[in-house]
């Protein structure tokens, strides 16, 4: 009876989780390496738990439920950083998940069937079309800047008290959520691109899905290059 393991780990370079697959006994076949490529990418953006890839990796999908919502949350922290907020609170952590709902719901991917490399090895194609949501909010410091953005760059925030400079890290935070989503219904898609992630068999006979493709392909769902 094949044995399934399922790991969490967060790849050093990507906002979201990587899960690691193991096959034990029963082998895995190309279709396992497919279905557990497309249920990661499912998973992780879009909230959705194909009944088979929950099997797979024996997981339940409130458990599913909750590595989606952590890799929201990982998200959100990298959204503060990128952003320069300085105090992710909860509540404003729990409006940027919720942003990334939205967000993550129009991400393009593609899952071609995996081919057998050799015994240890399978490589999986996907296919991306990057959105450029983030690219639009660029209107923020563009020029001329939005009004809204430019109320709060005359602001002197040297002369702000601890409480006044929290308020208006607040409403910076806020404006960036509105200026995506207002963005969001008008983003499109750049070129697409591709890349064959590998699952290959380790030394302690578990099957992983190499942690630096996906997080290769993590950099390519939302366009951050603005």
Known sequence: MRK???????????????????????????????????????????????????????????????????????????????????????????????????????????????????????GVKVTVEPLDVFDRAEALWGDPPDARAEALYSQDVDSMTDEEYAAYDAEWCRLVIDLTLEKLPEAEYLEAQSKVVQITLGDDNYWSLDEQDFSDLDWLILDYNF
Do not use: H
């Open 4 to 122: 399934i393991w399922k790991r969490v780990t967060a790849a050093a370079l990507s906002f979201t989780f990587v899960l690691s697959l193991s096959a034990c006994g029963g082998g895995l076949s190309a279709d396992d390496a497919t279905t557990y490529v497309q249920g990661i990418l499912d998973e992780n953006y879009k909230g959705v738990y194909d009944p088979d890839f929950l099997e797979l990796i024996d997981i339940t999908e409130n458990e599913a439920e909750e590595t989606y919502l952590s890799s929201l949350e990982t998200e959100a922290d990298f959204f503060a950083s990128a952003f320069l907020i300085d105090d992710l609170t909860d509540e404003l952590k729990a409006e940027v998940v919720d942003m990334y709902k939205q967000v993550y719901a129009k991400a393009k991917y593609t899952v071609d069937t995996a081919t057998e490399v050799d015994d240890s090895t399978f």
